[in-house]
């Protein structure tokens, strides 16, 4: 099990006190999930049964500054603790936010587990005695890697949920169970805001080991055709076997995006999630230049075509800068650019430090090399990638492979000749 944190005492601490004045304090949800899987967790939620909110909120007040994330929902933030009664919630609406909640400290747990949305979010541990609450076996689940609804009635109440599916089956290398993947291409997705499914889709970009698990669950429940039908229409988009065995584009794509996993090392978070997508959209131009041309199936000048449906997925995330970094413009460079690494290094004695200096101030040149790198990485076969090592190697030895050079004659310059 992973080791006891500060928090997790904190947390002991208020269950013990929640034990006193009478109630039952829980800790339930991912901590509970991420602890039997042998992992370690910051985030702790506590369910306290049997104490009405005023006692609740006076017992937590002991504990420090105590804040009302929602006077509806009583859920309470205590030292970086969420605090919260069992609630019921009713669909009251569209949208996946439109519900009526209602804190409700009598509440078995049972009935409280399940309006959580996956049976491995649905485990309650009590850290006073060490006991496990598991009404809907999401122990078995885990050991399964099985992901698997808790309610089939009232899971489709939201529709953020079918993202959820991809990016746990992803992070913990879940299959899911038939009925969750017919649920989850049974709900419709298009209240979602943006920024929600951009919240998922990070997750699925960042957190896996392999992306491509929940890529292909989500391709599986159709939400890739409902949300970013760009990757869509690279199913069944063929590809010339002596360069790509693995298949289509779609094959292709997800083996690109697990090798940018890989390469996240030393990157900030902006430029993690550019990489990414730029792993997601690099190829986005095959479907409409590939043609087989002189026995071979080629995708001529699909780099530049894979710049409008790049932008019109940015466009749909509403994606632009991200801590301070402009990842649009990265985004856009990793896809027109992707080729330029192989392609340059073919003919290396021949391109000049110009060349590299120019394309410099179109897109961040280690982000490049590692996209391209990944590229023919993501391919089986003993293909040699020797072109990004040098394209690399040659971009520190100028000095742009994270921005593009200062000029020479700068604005002050001018000023001081007057």
């Avoid at 509440?107 to 996956?118: G, I, K, L, T, V």
């Avoid at 499914?197 to 890739?224: M, N, V």
Wanted: charged fraction near 25%.
């Amino acid at each position: 099990m992973p080791p006891a944190e500060p928090s997790l005492a904190h947390a002991v601490a208020i269950a013990e006190a929640v034990q006193r004045a009478g109630g039952r304090a829980l800790l339930v949800g991912g901590w509970v999930r991420d602890r039997l899987l042998g992992l370690a967790s910051k985030d702790i939620d506590l369910e306290v049964f049997g104490l009405p909110a005023p006692a609740l909120r006076a017992l937590l007040e002991r504990f420090g500054r105590v804040e009302t994330v929602g006077e509806s929902f009583t859920v309470y933030k205590v030292g970086g603790i969420d605090v919260a009664l069992p609630r019921r919630e009713s669909k009251i609406g569209r949208g996946h936010r439109a519900f009526a909640v209602e804190g409700d400290p009598g509440m078995p747990f049972e009935e409280a587990a399940r309006r959580r949305d996956f049976t491995i979010n649905a485990v309650g541990w009590d850290p006073l005695t060490g006991e496990y609450l598991d009404p809907f076996d999401g122990r078995a689940d885990l050991a399964r890697r099985l992901l698997r609804v808790v309610d089939p009635v009232t899971f489709p109440d939201d529709s953020l949920r079918v993202l959820r599916a991809v990016q746990l089956a992803a992070r913990f290398e879940l299959s899911a169970d038939p009925q969750t993947v017919s649920l989850c291409r049974s709900i419709p997705l298009d209240d979602l805001p943006a920024e929600r499914i951009w919240g998922e889709l990070e997750k699925l970009l960042l957190l896996p080991a392999r992306p491509s698990i929940g890529f292909a669950l989500a391709l599986e429940s159709s939400a890739i055709h409902r949300l970013l039908p760009e990757m869509a229409a690279l199913v069944g988009c063929e590809q010339e076997p002596e360069w790509h065995p693995e298949g289509d584009v779609w094959i292709h794509t997800l083996l690109v995006i697990d090798e940018a996993r890989n390469r996240l090392d030393g990157l900030g978070r902006s430029d993690r999630i550019a990489l990414m997508l730029g792993a997601v959209c690099h190829d986005f131009g095959k479907p409409a230049t590939t043609a087989f041309l002189d026995g071979r199936i080629r995708s001529l000048g699909h780099e530049e075509a894979g710049v409008a449906p790049a932008v019109a997925l940015l466009d749909r995330l509403n994606l632009h800068s991200i801590d301070g970094r402009d990842v649009r413009t990265q985004v856009i460079g990793l896809t027109a650019h992707h080729l330029k690494p192989g392609a340059w290094y073919k003919v290396r004695d021949e391109v000049s430090d110009g060349a590299f200096r120019r394309l410099a101030q179109k897109v961040d040149l280690e982000l490049l090399a590692r996209l391209a790198a990944s590229d023919c990485r993501g391919r089986p076969g003993d293909f040699d990638c020797t072109a990004m090592e040098w394209f690399l190697e040659r971009a520190r030895s100028l000095g742009v492979e994270h921005e593009p050079p200062k000029p020479i004659l700068l604005g002050r310059h001018l000023l001081a000749l007057g």
